[in-house]
């Protein structure tokens, strides 16, 4: 016996690669390396440290980025048994490793114009920035139910302090506290979930139980003999729960407009991107891996979900003014888009692809957007209404462009990049023989164009007065007008991503 | 060689009309005039080159392929490129109203002159795709890509209220692109054949037809797709007012060319590839159609306002060309393909006008106008030579194809009585046209705008040449239709010349149901 377990744990302390981790622990390490600068530097030289910083945050970001992709070899292990099971990898959890540092790349640059603007602690927002992004890279490469619990902790906890980062703005309290107390909510019903399944799935009174009920590959075997259990059905159910509040999709949509509007507008951009991503990955995770024998169940659940989520983020995102909800609102239906591809990854594993096309443009076209915002926005950016658009190509036909680029790859208009998104989830939506639901998203899609040319419209509408021109940096010229090249560039010749998917 | 003078076709206008964007309006105020007049003038020298390349030796079929990977080969996307007899035509409609609008452009004194004319050479490079493509997924792009140009200009260089009218007319069309988007995603997954190319589809089809449901439900999605985008009633009514609030070269781009793409979608590829699902649904076909003419044709007798006329009139004749598919027969498709390239000059030809005429005047109201004759007589000349065309007289393309249509009709016994109808559109069309005449070229001139521009009441040089190029070619082909029809009958006969025989079975075989019930 007591062989047994000695050799168990030397199996376990052996499958400890911690250089497979490497990227995320030097995420973490940077973030403190950001605190550290605080405690030693001068106060009078603030404005130059705080460039330093952003610097330092940027390059370092870079640097892991590029060291994720050169040495993909050893930081992505594909089928070996790591950390006693605890994380698992993949070519997909790879790509979404990229993703989530290039979504952290981005928002840090949005929090170097917003926090200046805003005059608010630089190298606090810098550290959780990372945090989240090392929490989120951790998330979806966990195979296990407790590490799955703590990394998703981990961001949440970093978006607790960031959506109220504003501390002095009553908006950016309120939505901080409307997050916390509904994030602890998601979070409460998750772990609920996670305990039913883990609890049923030790039962010896039911055909295969484990002891290793928190464990994904253990989990999907038990559920496979045990599909029609009324208490694995709950578990999962609130399992996707906690998730579907991450993703924003129906019925834990209700936080969003609040929040978005409140939280400063990195964050915002933060949660719109990067946490969606992070539900639409791990749910697609989980009913690819445990829930896999649940398919005939949940179906029909997630097309209702997807079905209301789709509605509801257009019709009541067609009636806002004000751009912060919008964008919200017009989220949590891109998150219903997004849905419909988790569906079709039940039945076509090929789905993914979409699904990560998708991402990866809703998070260039969200970054234009976002970006725009903190452009224009002088002192409240959570009341910033569409009339303070008005004029804008004719104020500055570079932001004009940037907007009219972001907000039409949003709304899927061909030759940029968000229609070729829309079009492979379609597609997909087609091969799973989605009918319902591809005619749900075309409503969708139809409504969506109301509200995102409406916005466009007053970009190009003539200025009523003679405000001054918007002045925008030289180097936000080239990094936004990289981006908008890059928009076009993949709507013209989708398959360069597409081959780095596959 | 030929191939890569076709995707040059579309590559040109691109490049310049993006250049014009791009290049500082300083540097560019001398330029821009030569670049947008050189990225207009080589998709129409090419169309006419590939046109006179064009071997009629042959079995029908594509001509000039090109074919370049652009990445999503998995899907089975590829830029696919080539003409046939039916695109050829419309291939040329567009190289040559895009050359005229463009060139008329020029001289419109527009503020933001260049941003309207790289708007404008983007939309000619998506019609030059639109009509060239073999892959229907670059069919469908190249059309939104000629879409989203005619967006902006309405919202910016549009006449009133044209945010709201560019707005609806923008959800009118998404609605139209997408529905017509799902149909051409359901042919290509139902057909198995794994690809977007119309002609890997149409063996596919041919060795495995679908079932007759399936079919019918997809021609439902391509035909109202597409129909919304041609204005089919009743999903016609963003048609006049968006071009009524377009500018003029917009205006001839968008109604003489872009709106011929639902047509030829369903001349092309919806019929040919789904004739159960045609059949099915041809009484809408013909129902919607005589509304088009009848219903519209009425609504258009009562409009006062010039441009909103013209509008209207362009709607109603589409019908003529709907009524033309509901034929089945090689003689229809070939007078829809006639109307659509004829329609395409003449409603061009008519907007062009309509802004000179607006230019004389100050007002569209037709009441307030009077005695172009004497004010303006080479302008009066060309405007009643477009009416003319415009409302079916002999001589001009219009009249052939409309009078192909109404025979290819009236072999269909069954059909007769829609020959009654829709002749009463000849009437309406009379009507409103000669009345338009008298209104605006007789009666006493009303005082010019303004006493010291006396010198620019008759037509310039910018307005002559365009016109005479849109009128010249409308009655090339309306005396010689054989430059045309020799092209397209090889294919024509090859997308249609089955399916008479197959509707023919089927008939007999309702026949015969019918004497053994």
């Not at chain 1, 030693?40 to 460039?51: I, P, Y």
């Not at chain 2, 190289?95 to 260049?114: C, E, K, M, N």
């Not at chain 2, 009133?160 to 359901?186: C, H, N, P």
């Not at chain 2, 006396?454 to 309306?478: Q, R, T």
Request: charged share 10%; net charge negative.
């Amino acid at each position: 016996m007591t062989n047994g377990i000695t050799s168990f744990l030397q199996e376990l302390s052996l499958s400890n690669q911690w250089l497979v981790l490497l990227p995320e622990i030097s995420l973490a390490l940077l973030s403190l390396v950001l605190l550290g600068f605080d405690l030693f530097g001068k106060a009078s030289r603030q404005a130059v440290l705080d460039e330093f910083k952003f610097r330092i945050s940027l390059m370092g970001q870079l640097a892991i980025l590029a060291l994720l992709i050169i040495g993909r070899e050893s930081f992505n292990q594909s089928g070996s048994f790591l950390f006693g099971g605890l994380v698992e990898q993949s070519d997909q959890t790879f790509l979404m490793r990229c993703f989530f540092i290039l979504g952290s790349i981005f928002v840090t640059v949005l929090a170097s114009r917003f926090l200046s603007k805003a005059n608010l602690p630089k190298a606090e927002y810098y550290h959780l920035c990372l945090l989240a992004c090392a929490g989120f890279m951790l998330l979806v490469q966990s195979a296990q139910f407790v590490l799955f619990f703590v990394s998703l902790e981990l961001v949440t906890i970093a978006f607790y302090i960031l959506v109220a980062f504003n501390r002095t703005n009553a908006l950016s309290l309120e939505a901080g506290l409307k997050y916390l107390t509904l994030g602890a909510l998601s979070s409460a019903f998750l772990l609920f979930g996670i305990v039913l399944l883990y609890g049923i799935s030790g039962n010896p009174n039911l055909e295969g139980y484990t002891s290793l009920g928190f464990q994904f590959s253990q989990l999907q075997e038990f559920i496979h003999l045990n599909a029609d259990n009324t208490i694995v059905r709950v578990g999962a159910l609130m399992v996707i729960a906690g998730i579907c509040f991450k993703l924003g999709a129906f019925p834990f949509q209700i936080w969003i407009p609040d929040v978005y509007q409140g939280a400063p507008t990195p964050t915002t951009a933060f949660l719109a991107t990067s946490s969606k991503a992070a539900g639409v990955f791990v749910l697609i995770q989980l009913l690819q891996g445990p829930f896999l024998a649940l398919s005939e169940f949940l179906i029909p659940i997630l097309s209702i979900i997807c079905t209301i989520t789709i509605l509801y983020g257009n019709i009541a995102a067609s009636g806002q003014s004000n751009v912060k909800r919008l964008l919200g609102l017009s989220g949590i239906s891109h998150a219903g888009y997004l849905l419909m591809g988790i569906i079709a990854s039940f039945l076509i594993p090929e789905s993914f692809v979409a699904v990560f096309f998708y991402l990866c443009l809703y998070l260039l076209s969200s970054f234009l957007v976002f970006g725009l915002l903190i452009q224009i926005s002088q002192e409240e950016e959570g009341q910033l209404e569409i009339g303070a658009f008005r004029g804008l190509y004719s104020k500055n036909a570079f932001l004009g462009t940037m907007g009219i680029i972001g907000l039409g790859s949003l709304a899927g208009i061909p030759p940029l990049g968000g229609f070729i998104g829309k079009l492979l989830l379609l597609n997909v939506a087609f091969q799973a023989e989605l009918y319902w639901l591809i005619g749900v998203a075309l409503v969708g899609i139809v409504i969506s164009i109301y509200y995102y040319f409406g916005w466009i419209r007053a970009m190009l509408t003539e200025q009523e007065s003679e405000e001054k021109a918007i002045a925008i940096s030289f180097e936000d010229r080239i990094i936004y007008g990289f981006i908008i090249a890059l928009i076009v560039l993949l709507g013209l010749i989708p398959g360069i991503l597409i081959s780095i998917i596959q | 060689m030929d191939s890569q003078l076709l995707f040059s076709a579309i590559w040109v206008p691109f490049i310049f009309g993006s250049s014009l964007a791009l290049i500082p309006s300083k540097v560019g105020s001398k330029a821009y005039k030569w670049i947008s007049l050189a990225g207009c003038l080589w998709p129409f020298l090419v169309a006419w080159y590939l046109f006179f390349q064009f071997e009629d030796g042959l079995q029908g079929g594509y001509q000039f392929e090109f074919l370049q990977s652009t990445g999503l080969d998995s899907l089975g996307i590829y830029l696919h490129l080539g003409l046939n007899g039916i695109s050829l035509p419309l291939f040329i409609l567009a190289a040559t109203v895009g050359l005229a609008a463009i060139f008329y452009a020029l001289h419109s004194h527009a503020d933001r002159i260049q941003l309207y004319l790289s708007l404008l050479l983007i939309m000619l490079s998506g019609l030059m795709g639109t009509f060239s493509s073999i892959d229907l997924f670059f069919f469908y792009f190249f059309h939104e890509f000629a879409l989203i140009p005619s967006f902006i200009m309405i919202m910016i260089w549009g006449g009133v209220a044209r945010y709201a009218i560019a707005l609806e007319m923008t959800i009118y069309l998404t609605l139209g692109a997408l529905l017509s988007l799902v149909g051409l995603i359901a042919l290509y997954q139902q057909s198995g054949a794994d690809t977007f190319s119309m002609l890997a589809l149409s063996n596919a089809l041919a060795e495995r037809p679908l079932t007759e449901t399936i079919e019918s439900n997809i021609f439902a999605l391509l035909f109202f797709g597409l129909g919304i985008l041609v204005s089919l009633f009743p999903f016609h009514s963003w048609a006049p007012k968006g071009y009524a609030a377009a500018p003029s070269s917009a205006a001839m781009l968008h109604a003489g060319v872009l709106k011929k793409f639902g047509l030829y979608g369903l001349l092309q590829i919806a019929i040919p590839l789904l004739p159960m699902g045609a059949f099915a649904w041809s009484p809408w076909l013909i129902t919607l159609g005589l509304c088009n003419i009848v219903i519209i044709g009425l609504v258009t007798m009562a409009q006062k306002d010039l441009k909103q006329m013209i509008s209207y009139s362009s709607v109603m004749h589409m019908g003529y060309a709907f009524l033309g598919l509901a034929t089945f027969s090689v003689l229809g498709a070939g007078g829809v393909l006639l109307l659509l390239v004829a329609h395409g000059l003449s409603v061009a030809l008519l907007f062009m006008l309509s802004t000179s005429i607006y230019k004389r005047f100050a007002t569209f109201d037709m009441s307030e106008m009077g005695g172009l004759g004497k004010i303006a007589p080479n302008l009066s000349v060309f405007f009643v030579l477009a009416i003319m065309a415009s409302i079916g007289l002999p001589g001009f393309a219009n009249f052939l194809g409309e009078f192909v249509i109404f025979a290819a009709i009236a072999e269909h016994e069954s059909l007769r009585w829609v020959l009654f109808v829709s002749a009463l559109g000849i009437m309406i069309s009379a009507i409103y046209g000669l009345r338009s005449i008298g209104n605006v070229v007789f009666g006493t001139p009303v005082k010019c705008n303004s006493e010291e521009e006396v010198e620019l009441n008759d037509m310039k040089m910018f307005e002559k040449l365009p016109a005479l190029l849109l009128l010249g070619s409308l009655m090339i082909i309306g005396i010689f239709p054989k430059l045309f029809s020799d092209k397209a009958n090889r294919d024509l006969m090859h997308l249609y010349g089955d399916q008479e025989m197959v509707l023919e079975e089927i008939s007999r075989s309702d026949e015969n149901q019918n004497l053994n019930d």
